[in-house]
């Protein structure tokens, strides 16, 4: 027997480390898409493999995250922590990978990347990615959407809406890729009309995936109509 999920979606963004075979397994079992999560642009600390980076690698404290540092993506070291880490999602059954924190150069990182080291990464990882059937979607770093959109499969998103910026996801809609997009309203879990309609608006030619949610992610989520058309696209 199957139990019901709550919520009942069509994908599951997952933690890649975090979430057991077990559950990923069942996830498929109910025909549900999974897509793991890790962060490729930042170091954690509690990781399995946080003993394989090199101090070298580490830069700069993140912004908002005290125990995360900003990683030269440009080493051979990170890049080979990275392909161990999307082979882990490959054998977990994933059917996807979310890569955060491509966009060290939009932050004050420690090592001065530049928007073009991001898409060489970003096209590193979609390569692997391909090589193992995995789809890949590129998370934030809305300036280097022009550069890999041919080689993601979908997006990921936080606060588009918030910041008015949705437009540049037509270069993906436009080819059919999904947009994931979250916002953290202000006014959550008792979201106002205004601001629901605001972060739940759709832009001319391009139609999100919009969930609502809070920046500690505790489960609260609530979902925009628009949502419901994009369940079946990996
Ligand atoms: C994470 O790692 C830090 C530094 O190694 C350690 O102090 C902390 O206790 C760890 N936290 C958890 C939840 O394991
Ligand atoms: C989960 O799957 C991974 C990848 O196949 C494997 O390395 C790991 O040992 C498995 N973990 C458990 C608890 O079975
Ligand atoms: C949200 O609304 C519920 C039900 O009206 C109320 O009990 C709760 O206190 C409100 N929460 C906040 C944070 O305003």
Redesign the pocket.
């Known amino acids: 027997t199957s139990k019901s999920l709550t919520p009942d979606v069509g994908i599951f963004d997952v933690d890649l480390f975090d979430t057991?075979?077990?559950t990923i397994a069942a996830l498929k079992k109910q025909s549900k898409k999974v897509i793991c999560y890790f962060s490729a642009g930042s170091y954690e600390p509690n990781r399995s493999d946080s003993k394989d980076f090199k101090s070298s690698d580490l830069g700069k404290v993140m912004d908002g995250w005290p125990d995360e540092k900003w990683l030269d993506i440009r080493t051979a070291n990170v890049k080979s922590i990275m392909l161990k880490r999307i082979q882990?999602a490959a054998?977990?059954?994933c059917d996807g990978i979310d890569p955060d924190n491509v966009d060290g150069f939009d932050n004050d990182n420690g090592f001065s990347l530049k928007a073009s080291d991001a898409t060489t990464f970003v096209k590193y990882l979609a390569g692997i990615a391909k090589s193992k059937n995995l789809a890949i979607g590129l998370k934030n770093a809305l300036e280097i959407i022009p550069d890999v959109v041919d080689s993601i499969q979908f997006a990921v998103n936080e606060q588009c809406h918030q910041y008015d910026e949705c437009d540049v996801y037509f270069d993906l809609t436009n080819q059919g890729k999904p947009v994931f997009n979250v916002e953290y309203p202000d006014s959550a879990p008792n979201v106002t009309a205004s601001e629901r309609k605001k972060l739940c608006a759709a832009y001319d030619g391009v139609t999100l995936s919009t969930t609502l949610k809070t920046l500690d992610l505790d489960g609260w989520v609530e979902f925009c109509d628009e949502t419901k058309a994009t369940t079946s696209i990996l």
């Open positions: 057991s075979n077990t882990l054998d977990k059954g």
